[in-house]
């Protein structure tokens, strides 16, 4: 990691991602391996001294203790004079856009509000390192866009490197400057947040970090810079990594945005299908569409009126070769069911 | 509608409305009124006096008054010193609820046998030819037989064992309801695992050791058979109620009574005032 950085880790449930984050934070041990911050090994090092902060998916606010007392709490035992903390308190919770809260109880306030204190407590420490353990998951969808336009530009105003784990692949996307992504405490992949949206290694990455339409198919040839597949709905080519024998089986990957429709077909990638069903998002459709071979593949609309895809209606669908990605590998976890750990079960 | 729930409320209430009122409310404004009544050699005349109140003020009651608080005070810290390890003990360090249940299932096996008889098997313990000082004797600490029944240590020991569980229940449960994540955080922000206990886990348990308290400090405070036992020339307000009630003496005894009261009450007044009970339920 790098200093100042936003880094998200992303996985399923039961992946270890608190378990991690708890290791960094000194609260649990780790069986094996070093927990290095700033050139320090700071593996034995207790919680108390290591200069981390933790905030919780649960915000594990004082109950006992007013919001004041809650964010003067790390000031306090830093032994800091009481104009210091009692001004350092007021700025934050002025930062965090809860100012005057000072001597409300944590019971009295919304989820929300109970979050930003949580964040603030934190904060007023200006930790080497700030941590987040899922802290948007327990409030609803809206205000967890709100909280993350916040908290990039927290991250932004102060520029404490953070650590921020989730499950909710809109967060890792919007909030992360780079991206890791585990899988059964093994790490799948390692990168820039876009490089691994459009680059993934392997198909639970691919599908893990937003949707994606997967064929099944065989390796037909290498043309250029691309691959070409054989699967059952024809050949298509398509961007890959490393070397890829004749005839070995593959997965041939695009996202649902980058498929066009159209009545003209283009030389490479076409094929032509039938609508399904559309799903209405407001500012987007999600058209489900059905292949000869009825392989169905999900296409985003934008800008769409009800009506402009009637069900069993015939289209021509195509896309670029640099826009879709072959894969030969799954996961780095032999023997998962990719739909159990994405869906839940 | 609202009228009609409130209603069937009270009419879920009602037994027990009924009950307190017949045992309880009804005595103790009996006991109030009976206070003020003149002692007669056969009970008592409903004719206005302070006699009793004044005969409080007595040297005699003075002593019991104070050595009833001292004494009951004195077990309620010392159960509060042993209840608080066992009770944080089985609470954090007893990760298996089946092994919880066990423990707390043991720990209430010796309630299962009658006052009386578990009273009564402090002295082949505590006594003269007593186990502890047969122990005592063999391991060459002491040539003569110690005298450990009979005085306030002795009472407060059975104290102790009889109303250990009361303490502990209460502060268990207190300490159950702490999400774990509290210390977890205290500690992310600076705090060693004492003072995150200090300022996170105990003051959180307040309420736990409240309760436990009030049991402790009600049932000693009443309970005169202990000290006619094991406390020989002890003399408690409770002692003395007794021996008033036997007496005859029944509107002294009742001016005891209602001064154990008033003070009981006062003492949850104070406790009330600082701690949040509801934080335990």
Redesign the interface.
């Given at each position: 990691m790098e200093k100042g950085e936003f880094y998200v880790i992303m996985g399923p449930s039961g992946s270890g991602k608190t378990t991690l984050l708890?290791c960094i934070?000194?609260?649990l041990m780790p069986e094996a391996g070093k927990i290095v911050l700033d050139g320090v090994d700071i593996t034995d090092v207790?919680?108390?001294k290591r200069n981390?902060?933790?905030i919780?998916q649960?915000y594990?606010l004082?109950?006992?203790m007013t919001v004041g007392e809650n964010v003067e709490?790390?000031l306090k035992?830093?032994k800091l004079d009481k104009d210091t903390i009692k001004s350092e308190v007021k700025h934050t919770l002025g930062v965090i856009g809860l100012a005057g809260f000072e001597d409300r109880m944590p019971r009295e306030l919304s989820g929300g509000e109970k979050q930003r204190v949580a964040v603030a407590?934190?904060l007023v420490?200006k930790p080497k390192l700030l941590?987040y353990d899922e802290p948007l998951a327990n409030l609803d969808y809206r205000l967890q866009r709100k909280m993350e336009e916040e908290l990039k530009s927290i991250h932004e105003e102060f520029g404490l490197t953070s650590v921020y784990i989730t499950h909710n692949q809109e967060q890792a996307l919007s909030l992360g400057d780079r991206l890791m992504v585990i899988n059964k405490g093994v790490i799948e992949q390692v990168g820039n947040t876009d490089e691994i949206y459009l680059g993934p290694e392997n198909v639970f990455t691919a599908r893990f970090l937003g949707e994606i339409n997967v064929l099944n198919g065989k390796v037909a040839g290498k043309e250029g810079e691309f691959v070409r597949v054989a699967t059952e709905e024809g050949s298509f080519l398509g961007r890959g990594h490393g070397t890829f024998e004749a005839n070995a089986q593959v997965f041939y990957c695009v996202r649902p945005e980058k498929l066009r429709v159209g009545t003209a077909p283009p030389r490479e990638n076409s094929a032509s299908a039938k609508v399904v069903t559309t799903i209405y998002r407001g500012t987007e459709a999600e058209v489900i569409l059905a292949f000869n071979h009825e392989n169905r593949v999900k296409y985003i609309a934008y800008d769409v009126t009800p009506g402009t895809f009637k069900e069993h209606e015939a289209l021509n669908v195509h896309w670029r070769p640099e826009d879709a990605v072959v894969l030969s590998e799954v996961s780095k976890v032999k023997d998962i069911d990719i739909d159990k750990l994405i869906y839940g079960s | 509608m609202a009228i009609g729930r409130k209603l069937s409320n009270y009419l879920l209430l009602s037994p027990a409305i009924v009950l307190l009122g017949i045992f309880l409310i009804i005595p103790l404004l009996f006991d109030i009124a009976l206070s003020f009544w003149t002692p007669s050699l056969t009970g008592y005349l409903q004719i206005f006096t302070w006699q009793n109140y004044q005969s409080l003020g007595l040297p005699a009651y003075q002593q019991a008054i104070a050595t009833t608080f001292t004494l009951s005070f004195e077990t309620v810290v010392v159960t509060l010193i042993f209840a608080y390890p066992i009770a944080y003990t089985l609470a954090y360090k007893v990760r298996s609820p089946r092994k919880q249940t066990l423990i707390l299932f043991a720990l209430v096996v010796p309630f299962l046998m009658d006052y009386t008889t578990r009273t009564i098997s402090w002295y082949p313990i505590l006594g003269l030819n007593g186990l502890i000082n047969a122990l005592l004797m063999d391991l060459g600490l002491t040539s003569s037989p110690v005298n450990l029944l009979f005085n306030q240590s002795a009472v407060i020991v059975v104290w102790f064992q009889a109303y250990v569980l009361f303490m502990m229940t209460p502060i268990f449960l207190a300490l159950s309801k702490i999400n774990p994540s509290l210390v977890d955080a205290a500690r992310s922000l600076g705090a060693s695992s004492w003072t995150a206990f200090r300022k996170v886990t105990l003051p959180l348990s307040a309420p736990g050791m409240v309760v436990g308290t009030i049991y402790v400090l009600v049932s000693t405070v009443s309970d005169f058979p202990t000290v006619r036992l094991f406390g020989r020339g002890i003399q408690t307000v409770g002692l003395a109620i007794a021996q008033q009630a036997d007496g005859l003496n029944w509107p002294f005894a009742a001016a005891l009574a209602v001064l154990v009261i008033v003070v009981i009450l006062g003492a949850f007044y104070v406790i009330i005032r600082y701690v949040d009970l509801q934080q335990l339920f």
């Amino acid at each position: 990691m790098e200093k100042g950085e936003f880094y998200v880790i992303m996985g399923p449930s039961g992946s270890g991602k608190t378990t991690l984050l708890k290791c960094i934070a000194g609260l649990l041990m780790p069986e094996a391996g070093k927990i290095v911050l700033d050139g320090v090994d700071i593996t034995d090092v207790p919680p108390h001294k290591r200069n981390t902060s933790l905030i919780f998916q649960d915000y594990a606010l004082f109950p006992h203790m007013t919001v004041g007392e809650n964010v003067e709490f790390g000031l306090k035992l830093k032994k800091l004079d009481k104009d210091t903390i009692k001004s350092e308190v007021k700025h934050t919770l002025g930062v965090i856009g809860l100012a005057g809260f000072e001597d409300r109880m944590p019971r009295e306030l919304s989820g929300g509000e109970k979050q930003r204190v949580a964040v603030a407590r934190s904060l007023v420490l200006k930790p080497k390192l700030l941590l987040y353990d899922e802290p948007l998951a327990n409030l609803d969808y809206r205000l967890q866009r709100k909280m993350e336009e916040e908290l990039k530009s927290i991250h932004e105003e102060f520029g404490l490197t953070s650590v921020y784990i989730t499950h909710n692949q809109e967060q890792a996307l919007s909030l992360g400057d780079r991206l890791m992504v585990i899988n059964k405490g093994v790490i799948e992949q390692v990168g820039n947040t876009d490089e691994i949206y459009l680059g993934p290694e392997n198909v639970f990455t691919a599908r893990f970090l937003g949707e994606i339409n997967v064929l099944n198919g065989k390796v037909a040839g290498k043309e250029g810079e691309f691959v070409r597949v054989a699967t059952e709905e024809g050949s298509f080519l398509g961007r890959g990594h490393g070397t890829f024998e004749a005839n070995a089986q593959v997965f041939y990957c695009v996202r649902p945005e980058k498929l066009r429709v159209g009545t003209a077909p283009p030389r490479e990638n076409s094929a032509s299908a039938k609508v399904v069903t559309t799903i209405y998002r407001g500012t987007e459709a999600e058209v489900i569409l059905a292949f000869n071979h009825e392989n169905r593949v999900k296409y985003i609309a934008y800008d769409v009126t009800p009506g402009t895809f009637k069900e069993h209606e015939a289209l021509n669908v195509h896309w670029r070769p640099e826009d879709a990605v072959v894969l030969s590998e799954v996961s780095k976890v032999k023997d998962i069911d990719i739909d159990k750990l994405i869906y839940g079960s | 509608m609202a009228i009609g729930r409130k209603l069937s409320n009270y009419l879920l209430l009602s037994p027990a409305i009924v009950l307190l009122g017949i045992f309880l409310i009804i005595p103790l404004l009996f006991d109030i009124a009976l206070s003020f009544w003149t002692p007669s050699l056969t009970g008592y005349l409903q004719i206005f006096t302070w006699q009793n109140y004044q005969s409080l003020g007595l040297p005699a009651y003075q002593q019991a008054i104070a050595t009833t608080f001292t004494l009951s005070f004195e077990t309620v810290v010392v159960t509060l010193i042993f209840a608080y390890p066992i009770a944080y003990t089985l609470a954090y360090k007893v990760r298996s609820p089946r092994k919880q249940t066990l423990i707390l299932f043991a720990l209430v096996v010796p309630f299962l046998m009658d006052y009386t008889t578990r009273t009564i098997s402090w002295y082949p313990i505590l006594g003269l030819n007593g186990l502890i000082n047969a122990l005592l004797m063999d391991l060459g600490l002491t040539s003569s037989p110690v005298n450990l029944l009979f005085n306030q240590s002795a009472v407060i020991v059975v104290w102790f064992q009889a109303y250990v569980l009361f303490m502990m229940t209460p502060i268990f449960l207190a300490l159950s309801k702490i999400n774990p994540s509290l210390v977890d955080a205290a500690r992310s922000l600076g705090a060693s695992s004492w003072t995150a206990f200090r300022k996170v886990t105990l003051p959180l348990s307040a309420p736990g050791m409240v309760v436990g308290t009030i049991y402790v400090l009600v049932s000693t405070v009443s309970d005169f058979p202990t000290v006619r036992l094991f406390g020989r020339g002890i003399q408690t307000v409770g002692l003395a109620i007794a021996q008033q009630a036997d007496g005859l003496n029944w509107p002294f005894a009742a001016a005891l009574a209602v001064l154990v009261i008033v003070v009981i009450l006062g003492a949850f007044y104070v406790i009330i005032r600082y701690v949040d009970l509801q934080q335990l339920f």
